[in-house]
């Protein structure tokens, strides 16, 4: 992946929070990059799941009633 571009953005966060993270030398941009790319994954991946949930069910409910389709195929 190449470079993303950075904006630069106008947050409010509690004073002694900020405080504290800087004596621990933690770089918040770092922090937020990191924190909200996980919350967008799993956010992604509820909504997926969510239009999803027809077929998912309905293969689940197939592998319960036929199994799956390599059951004769398995040596473990």
């Known amino acids: ?3 993303s571009v950075k904006k630069a953005v106008n947050l409010r966060i509690d004073r002694d929070l900020i405080e504290q993270a800087k004596a621990m030398r933690i770089n ?5 990059e990191s924190s909200l790319g996980e919350i967008l994954r799993r956010r ?3 909504i997926w799941m969510a239009g999803n949930r027809d077929a998912i069910d ?9 199994g799956v389709f390599s059951r004769g195929l ?3």
């Open 1 to 3: 992946m190449g470079e």
């Open 58 to 66: 309905a293969y689940n409910q197939r592998v319960e009633k036929r």
């Open 74 to 76: 398995r040596r473990f």
């Open 44 to 46: 992604r991946q509820e």
């Open 28 to 32: 918040l941009s770092q922090v937020l």
